[in-house]
Protein backbone atom coordinates (compact mmCIF):
# COMPACT_ATOMS: atom_id res chain seq x y z
CA UNK A 1 0.00 0.00 0.00
CA UNK A 2 1.58 3.38 -0.75
CA UNK A 3 0.98 6.71 1.91
CA UNK A 4 -2.16 7.79 -1.21
CA UNK A 5 -4.11 4.54 -0.44
CA UNK A 6 -6.76 4.55 2.54
CA UNK A 7 -8.56 1.83 3.82
CA UNK A 8 -11.98 1.48 2.97
CA UNK A 9 -14.48 2.22 5.60
CA UNK A 10 -16.50 -0.80 4.76
CA UNK A 11 -13.67 -2.57 5.29
CA UNK A 12 -12.75 -1.70 8.67
CA UNK A 13 -13.75 -4.84 11.21
CA UNK A 14 -15.91 -3.88 14.53
CA UNK A 15 -12.72 -4.55 16.05
CA UNK A 16 -10.65 -2.29 14.31
CA UNK A 17 -13.44 0.03 14.52
CA UNK A 18 -12.67 0.05 18.52
CA UNK A 19 -9.00 0.22 18.18
CA UNK A 20 -9.42 3.22 16.09
CA UNK A 21 -12.20 4.18 18.85
CA UNK A 22 -9.89 3.69 22.25
CA UNK A 23 -7.25 5.36 20.25
CA UNK A 24 -8.87 8.63 19.30
CA UNK A 25 -10.57 9.26 22.96
CA UNK A 26 -6.96 9.05 24.32
CA UNK A 27 -5.90 11.17 22.01
CA UNK A 28 -8.86 13.87 22.67
CA UNK A 29 -7.96 13.49 26.25
CA UNK A 30 -4.32 13.80 26.17
CA UNK A 31 -4.92 17.72 23.36
CA UNK A 32 -7.67 18.35 26.00
CA UNK A 33 -5.62 18.85 28.97
CA UNK A 34 -2.65 20.24 26.95
CA UNK A 35 -4.93 22.83 25.87
CA UNK A 36 -6.30 23.60 29.65
CA UNK A 37 -2.78 24.06 30.18
CA UNK A 38 -1.96 26.31 27.58
CA UNK A 39 -5.13 28.28 28.32
CA UNK A 40 -3.80 28.58 31.97
CA UNK A 41 -0.25 30.10 30.98
CA UNK A 42 -1.98 32.11 28.32
CA UNK A 43 -4.67 33.47 30.99
CA UNK A 44 -1.91 34.34 33.57
CA UNK A 45 0.04 36.34 31.41
CA UNK A 46 -2.48 38.28 30.21
CA UNK A 47 -2.99 36.44 26.43
CA UNK A 48 -5.80 35.16 24.54
CA UNK A 49 -6.46 31.83 24.95
CA UNK A 50 -5.28 29.90 22.56
CA UNK A 51 -7.13 28.18 19.66
CA UNK A 52 -9.09 24.64 20.05
CA UNK A 53 -8.04 24.17 16.62
CA UNK A 54 -4.78 24.40 17.52
CA UNK A 55 -4.86 21.40 19.27
CA UNK A 56 -6.86 19.15 16.61
CA UNK A 57 -9.98 18.95 19.12
CA UNK A 58 -12.38 19.77 16.23
CA UNK A 59 -10.58 17.11 14.13
CA UNK A 60 -10.59 14.52 16.86
CA UNK A 61 -14.05 15.08 17.63
CA UNK A 62 -15.02 14.92 14.48
CA UNK A 63 -13.06 11.52 13.63
CA UNK A 64 -14.35 10.23 16.57
CA UNK A 65 -18.14 10.84 16.23
CA UNK A 66 -18.07 9.33 12.14
CA UNK A 67 -16.34 6.20 13.38
CA UNK A 68 -19.29 5.23 16.23
CA UNK A 69 -21.75 6.72 13.87
CA UNK A 70 -20.39 3.95 11.24
CA UNK A 71 -20.22 1.72 14.22
CA UNK A 72 -23.58 2.02 15.65
CA UNK A 73 -25.27 2.17 11.81
CA UNK A 74 -23.05 -1.28 10.84
CA UNK A 75 -23.78 -3.04 13.80
CA UNK A 76 -27.72 -1.99 13.40
CA UNK A 77 -27.44 -3.27 10.03
CA UNK A 78 -26.23 -6.80 11.03
CA UNK A 79 -28.86 -6.89 13.55
CA UNK A 80 -31.76 -6.13 11.50
CA UNK A 81 -30.20 -8.33 8.80
CA UNK A 82 -29.90 -11.32 11.45
CA UNK A 83 -33.30 -10.65 12.54
CA UNK A 84 -34.83 -11.00 9.65
CA UNK A 85 -32.97 -14.48 8.41
Known amino acids: MTSNEFID ?6 ADREILSQGLDSL ?3 RSVAYEIAVKVALSRGLDRPNV ?8 LRLSRLIQTQFCFTSATQDSLAANI
Open 53 to 60: TDFGLPDI
Open 28 to 30: LRE
Open 9 to 14: PDDLTA
